[in-house]
């Protein structure tokens, strides 16, 4: 079963505003988180990682959070633009061995707004 | 463009055939993975390999099959196809061990009818 869940399938935000994207992984374990972004008709493009010994890091105009004591993930877009909308997968991975494929959410929705 | 190149891009095939997938990982990289990605799913891990050698498997029916090759191309082959193995077939690639960013194709879009 899945072990990496989104809390909204949809969200809409108006052009110009921030996004946040949430994610809750239910493997203490896993300890490499990735954010992709899928547009229509494309293969995931990947936006930002982030691994446990970190909570957040920033990429441009992006930014990820790790909470691991709640086991929660988010993905932060900055002054979002129309070419932000996609769908959101994060997707979760245990680096020390075992399966090496990603888990993933089921995907959040982005809409943005003009 | 992630470097990973995946043939074909579309795929009509009828129930009961047999089809084969190709994926070139970017340059340099030893891990090859197969997701698949349907309406009603998210992207779902297939299998994974490492310089030629199966390393995990994931939810993948028994009817496919995959296998990578010394040049570490990857092939993915999908036999005795049913109307529900429509779907996006992604392949992706990484440098080696997991906790390395992990680089997806195009995706192969196969239609059975």
């Known amino acids: 079963g899945e072990s990496v869940g989104l809390h909204l399938p949809t969200l809409s935000v108006q052009e110009g505003d921030n996004s946040i994207i949430n994610c809750a992984y239910s493997?203490?374990?896993?300890?490499?988180f990735i954010w992709y972004k899928q547009e229509s008709g494309k293969g995931p493009q990947f936006i930002i990682d982030?691994?446990?010994?970190?909570d957040k890091r920033q990429g441009q105009r992006v930014t990820v959070l790790l909470n691991k004591t709640v086991k929660h993930l988010s993905l932060q877009i900055a002054a979002t633009q129309p070419g932000d909308s996609a769908v959101y997968f994060c997707?979760?991975?245990?680096?020390?061995?075992?399966?090496?494929?990603?888990?993933f959410g089921k995907g959040t929705h982005l809409i943005i707004q003009p | 463009d992630s470097g990973v190149t995946q043939t074909p891009k579309h795929l009509i095939t009828a129930t009961g055939q047999r089809v084969t997938l190709r994926c070139s990982p970017r340059?340099?990289?030893?891990?090859v993975y197969w997701y698949q990605q349907s309406l009603d799913q998210g992207l779902q891990f297939l299998i994974q390999?490492?310089?030629?050698?199966?390393?995990a498997k994931g939810n993948i029916l028994e009817r496919f099959s995959a296998q990578q090759f010394p040049d570490l191309h990857s092939e993915l082959n999908l036999s005795s196809l049913e109307l529900g193995d429509s779907a996006l077939y992604f392949c992706?690639?990484?440098?080696?061990?997991?906790?390395?960013?992990?680089?997806f194709g195009e995706g192969s879009w196969l239609t059975v009818v």
């Open positions: 390999y490492y310089n030629g050698e199966e390393r």
């Open positions: 493997n203490s374990a896993s300890d490499y």
């Open positions: 997707a979760e991975t245990y680096s020390g061995g075992g399966a090496d494929g990603l888990t």
């Open positions: 992706a690639s990484s440098v080696d061990r997991p906790g390395n960013t992990i680089y």
């Open positions: 340059s340099g990289d030893l891990s």
């Open positions: 982030i691994r446990s010994n970190m």
